[in-house]
């Protein structure tokens, strides 16, 4: 059984950064493909970035409103997979979840149980 | 960017009736490229179905999916307790995918 246990989120103010964890097990973790799905309260999930395996060439997609302050990485010797969140903004308050791709790109078949980042002053 | 229109909002129904869930794109989907999740209160998102009709590993064959285009329905035979929830159609045919704004279904 694939299990993703995060860690990381906090109360931050605007401007701040934060860093968030997912430890995975049950999973080949170096050939998985690995995403960050987020959901403002109250409303529908929205990817925010995914990461493919080194073996199929490691590239990281970014949704457009957190291309370029937020960063996800990866260390398949920890199976641990990161988000590294900067210059943050009150409208990316939100529960953070890290996700597995499966079947599919963008096809989130495996969730942690999420972790929650408010951005307020 | 493409999107989702889930309408209703809200469906009331009783267990033991069927359950038909549908889902809109603002334009047609590649390959039936068109995802269901099922989220509970305070859970994280489920996968049920991809390729708009492939049911996930350990999804009770209640559940269905159906379409192509632009027109999706997500079915549900026979409602069953837990099955009231948050119902989430995703398309993931263009980069990075987009969700819907889920249709609650809730006990009658």
């Known amino acids: 059984e694939v299990q993703l246990v995060q860690s990381g989120g906090d109360l931050v103010k605007p401007g701040g950064s934060l860093r968030l964890s997912c430890a995975a097990s049950?999973?080949?973790?170096?050939?998985?493909?690995m995403g960050w799905v987020r959901q403002a309260p109250g409303k529908g999930p929205e990817w925010v970035g995914r990461?493919?395996?080194?073996?199929?060439?490691?590239?990281?997609d970014y949704a457009a409103p957190v291309k370029g302050r937020f960063t996800i990485s990866r260390d398949d010797s920890k199976n641990t997979l990161s988000l590294q969140m900067n210059s943050l903004r009150v409208e990316d308050t939100a529960i953070y979840y890290c996700?597995?791709?499966?079947?599919?790109?963008?096809?989130?078949?495996?969730w942690g149980q999420g972790t929650l980042v408010t951005v307020s002053s | 960017e493409i999107v989702l229109t889930q309408s209703p909002g809200t469906l009331s129904l009783s267990p033991g009736e069927r359950a038909t869930l549908p889902c809109r794109a603002s334009q047609s989907l590649t390959s039936s490229s068109l995802a269901w999740y099922q989220q509970k209160p305070g859970q994280a998102p489920r996968l049920l179905i991809y390729?708009?009709?492939s049911r996930a590993t350990g999804i009770p064959d209640r559940f269905s999916g159906s379409g192509s285009g632009t027109d999706f329905t997500l079915t549900i035979s026979r409602l069953e307790p837990e099955d009231f929830a948050v119902y989430y159609c995703q398309q993931y045919g263009t980069s990075p995918g987009t969700f819907g704004q889920g249709t609650k279904l809730e006990i009658k």
């Open positions: 990461i493919k395996s080194k073996t199929d060439g490691g590239a990281i």
């Open positions: 996700t597995a791709v499966g079947y599919a790109d963008y096809v989130s078949s495996s």
């Open positions: 049950g999973i080949a973790f170096t050939n998985a493909w």
């Open positions: 390729g708009a009709s």
